[in-house]
């Protein structure tokens, strides 16, 4: 099957500074690319769907200026957790869909673990 | 609407014994169904698929029952094994006018299989 690699799988970051988080395809180019956010115990919740070379539509109550997502490329999105807080420890998961023969498929990449101080 | 954001229920099977895990869905526009396994820490893992068009299908160990009457997916696990015990997620996916590939996630369901 094909691979999703998110980077870092775990991050600790002080309170006020910015964290970025990579999703990269590895063996197929992704136009679309989608950022969850996971809290213990619950299921997936979407926060933004990320275009290739356009912006991100983000999902209601998410706030764009405190998640940025760039999608510079068809393998590579990116999010950055500016001036993180506590509040924003989480596990964030992004996915990247692979068109084909088969439709859209998802695949997940291993998530990312944030720990704010 | 989606179940997202409720705690999950659980599920605890002894090992061998069969394992069914049940998931409701509101979109009746939805056309593609997939089970996934999430283990702790990890992402969610694809265990397998089925098409709206169809009303079972098996894997290796794994079954998936889809009734669009009723909006209900199952998702049968025979023999369980100590190996299975994790988060289960249904999810769906409405082919028309939504985001190419985007899945609408249900609540999850924790199993936990017993030696």
């Known amino acids: 099957g094909a691979v999703v690699s998110q980077h870092p799988s775990r991050v600790i970051c002080k309170s006020g500074t910015s964290v970025k988080i990579e999703c990269r395809s590895l063996?197929?180019?992704?136009?679309?690319m989608f950022w969850y956010r996971q809290f213990p115990k619950q299921s997936l919740m979407l926060m933004a769907t990320?275009?290739?070379?356009?912006?991100?539509?983000?999902e209601q109550g998410v706030e764009k200026d405190k998640f940025l997502i760039n999608h510079a490329s068809l393998t590579l999105s990116t999010l950055t957790v500016t001036s993180a807080h506590p509040e924003d420890s989480s596990f964030y998961i992004c996915?990247?869909?692979?068109?084909?023969?088969?439709?859209?498929?998802?695949?997940f990449g291993q998530g990312t673990r944030l720990t704010v101080v | 609407g989606e179940s997202v954001g409720l705690h999950l229920p659980t599920l605890s099977v002894q090992e061998g014994d069969n394992s069914i895990i049940n998931c409701a869905y509101s979109?009746?526009?939805?056309?593609?169904f997939i089970w996934y396994k999430q283990e702790s820490g990890k992402g969610p893992q694809f265990i397998i698929d089925?098409?709206?068009?169809?009303d079972k299908r098996q894997g290796q160990r794994v079954t998936v029952l889809l009734n669009k009457t009723v909006k209900h997916l199952s998702l049968q696990i025979a023999a369980t094994q100590p190996g299975d015990s994790a988060v289960y997620f249904c999810?769906?996916?409405?082919?028309?006018?939504?985001?190419?590939?985007?899945?609408?996630f249900g609540r999850g369901t924790q199993l936990t299989v017993w030696p």
């Open positions: 999810a769906h996916r409405q082919f028309r006018g939504s985001t190419l590939g985007r899945l609408y």
């Open positions: 979109n009746s526009a939805s056309d593609y």
């Open positions: 996915s990247a869909i692979r068109t084909g023969g088969f439709g859209a498929e998802a695949f």
């Open positions: 063996d197929f180019q992704a136009t679309t």
């Open positions: 089925i098409r709206s068009n169809m």
């Open positions: 990320s275009n290739e070379g356009s912006k991100a539509t983000y």
